[in-house]
Every structure is written in C-alpha cells, then in structure tokens.
C-alpha cells in the first residue's frame, strides 16, 4: 500500500489539446480530400506534360510523361512538409529534456519522432512512385533524394538506440542527441537542391514555380496532414501517459 501521508506524482493525462485532436483529425480529413479531389479535377497538369508518341525516359518507354506523376506531387510534398514539423518539435523537446531532464519532454520527442517516421516513410513511398514514373527507375541517387534517405535512417537509428539502451536516462539522454542530429539535416533536405542544381528534382518553392491552382492544392492537402499529424500525435501521447499513470500506481502500491 501507499504510504500515507505521502503526495503521489503521476504523469499527467487529458489535458486540453486532447480535446480538440477529434475535430483536427476530421478538419484534416476534409481538408485533404478537398486537395485531392482538386489535383485530379481542377488542377492542370504542367507544362509539358504530354510527349510526342513514345519516348524513352530514364529505361523505360513512356508515352505520357507527369501525368500520374504530377497527382502524386500533391501528397508528396505535404507529408515531406509533415515530416519536416514533426521533426522539429522532436528537436525542441529534446532540447527542453537537455536542459531539464524532465521525463516528460523525453516522451514528448519520442513520439514526435514516431509521427516523423510515419511521415518520413510516406514521403519514401511516395517519392519512389514518383523517381519510377517521371525518370523511370526506382531508385536514382539524386541529391535530395540522397539526403532525404540519409534522413529516414537517422530516425530509424533514433529507435533503434532506445531500444538497445536500457538505463532511462541515458537512453533519454543519447536519443535527444540523435534527434537534433536527426532535425539538422531537414534544412539540408529542403536546400539541397538550391546548393547543388539538379534537373530531375526542381526547386519548386520559388517565383513561377507553381501555378496559383497548384499552391492551393498543395497548401490544402499540408494543412490537412499537418491537422492530420496533430491529432495522431495527442491520441499517441494519451496513450503513453496513461501507460505511465497505472506504472506509476503500480509502484506507488508496491510502496
């Protein structure tokens, strides 16, 4: 039994961005249908999306060229940009736990580092789809693509430590580490491709880049993802804070 007379700290849980995930979840899901049904309807394609009869494209023969492609810029994109958020408040609770040692901040960026790699590994995905039907191979070593890659494996490698770590704090402590690491490369990600040109990843955030229709479809289906990676992280951080309310019971009890 508890002692009494003795103050029981348990970790909070239900606070009020809880209440507001539900209707970010459903704001972010009309939000993104909106986007999609917008590239496939409303938005044309760019210039120079059609080819003259059969063309060669990376090795594969193609006659139709950012067709399909094109739609699938209007998810890619947004869960890049997802990816990005999510990995920096991965960062900024790593630094508040750097400074504070708080329990709280750790598990604050270990999920923020989960919604990350859920995100990092639809941009992947999707990336992928795209480098097979724009340059017709699925893998190229293009520079964004090598730094988005290199990435996705500083992340996975953020997990990977916490689970070969056993002591708390220093688990705590090297994988706040690996995640500023892991938040140092999303400028070098977004950069790269101002910092070395390549004709196969354009810059697209600039003058002229995209049409009007584009950047509304764009910014809907962003926003709708980003409201999408909020309420999925609130559901998560609920559900970890609970856990350690009934851990921290059970010790309590075992008192």
Same mark, same amino acid.
């Given at each position: 039994?508890?002692?009494?007379? !003795?103050?029981?700290?348990?970790?909070? *849980?239900?606070?009020?961005?809880?209440?507001?995930?539900?209707?970010?979840?459903?704001?972010? *899901?009309? =939000?993104? @249908?909106?986007? +999609? =049904?917008?590239?496939?309807? @409303?938005?044309?394609?760019?210039?120079?999306?059609?080819?003259?009869?059969?063309? =060669?494209?990376?090795?594969?023969?193609?006659?139709?060229?950012?067709?399909?492609?094109?739609?699938?810029?209007? /998810?890619?994109?947004?869960?890049?940009?997802? #990816?990005?958020?999510?990995?920096? +408040?991965?960062?900024?609770?790593? &630094?508040?736990?750097?400074?504070?040692?708080?329990?709280?901040?750790?598990?604050?960026?270990?999920?923020?580092?989960?919604?990350?790699?859920? +995100?990092?590994?639809?941009?992947?995905?999707?990336?992928?789809?795209? @480098?097979? +039907?724009?340059?017709?191979?699925? $893998?190229? $070593?293009?520079?964004?693509?090598?730094?988005?890659?290199?990435?996705?494996?500083?992340?996975?490698?953020?997990?990977?430590?916490?689970?070969?770590?056993?002591?708390?704090?220093? !688990?705590?402590?090297? #994988?706040?580490?690996?995640?500023?690491?892991? /938040?140092?490369?999303?400028?070098?990600?977004?950069?790269?491709?101002?910092?070395?040109?390549?004709?196969?990843?354009?810059? &697209?955030? !600039?003058?002229?880049?995209? #049409?009007?229709?584009?950047?509304?479809?764009?910014? =809907?289906?962003?926003?709708?993802?980003?409201?999408? *990676?909020?309420?999925?992280? !609130?559901?998560?951080?609920?559900?970890?804070?609970?856990?350690?309310?009934?851990? *921290?019971?059970?010790?309590?009890?075992?008192?």
């Amino acid at each position: 039994m508890a002692r009494e007379g !003795r103050d029981v700290k348990l970790p909070e *849980a239900g606070q009020w961005p809880d209440k507001a995930a539900p209707v970010a979840l459903i704001v972010g *899901a009309v =939000l993104t @249908t909106v986007g +999609f =049904l917008m590239a496939f309807l @409303t938005v044309p394609p760019v210039g120079g999306a059609a080819v003259n009869g059969v063309e =060669l494209i990376g090795d594969a023969m193609v006659n139709q060229k950012m067709l399909l492609s094109q739609k699938i810029f209007y /998810f890619h994109m947004p869960v890049a940009i997802t #990816s990005f958020v999510a990995l920096a +408040f991965g960062c900024y609770y790593s &630094v508040r736990f750097l400074m504070t040692r708080a329990r709280r901040f750790d598990t604050c960026a270990r999920i923020a580092l989960e919604i990350a790699l859920l +995100f990092v590994a639809m941009t992947m995905i999707t990336g992928e789809m795209w @480098t097979r +039907f724009e340059w017709g191979v699925w $893998w190229s $070593w293009e520079p964004r693509l090598t730094t988005y890659l290199v990435l996705m494996l500083i992340v996975i490698a953020y997990f990977v430590l916490r689970g070969s770590v056993d002591e708390p704090e220093r !688990r705590a402590t090297f #994988s706040a580490v690996v995640a500023i690491i892991a /938040f140092i490369d999303v400028p070098i990600c977004f950069m790269i491709t101002r910092l070395i040109p390549s004709s196969i990843h354009p810059v &697209v955030l !600039r003058e002229g880049g995209m #049409s009007p229709e584009m950047g509304l479809c764009v910014g =809907l289906v962003a926003l709708g993802m980003l409201c999408i *990676a909020f309420a999925l992280y !609130r559901a998560r951080f609920r559900q970890v804070r609970l856990t350690e309310r009934v851990e *921290a019971l059970k010790e309590e009890l075992g008192d």
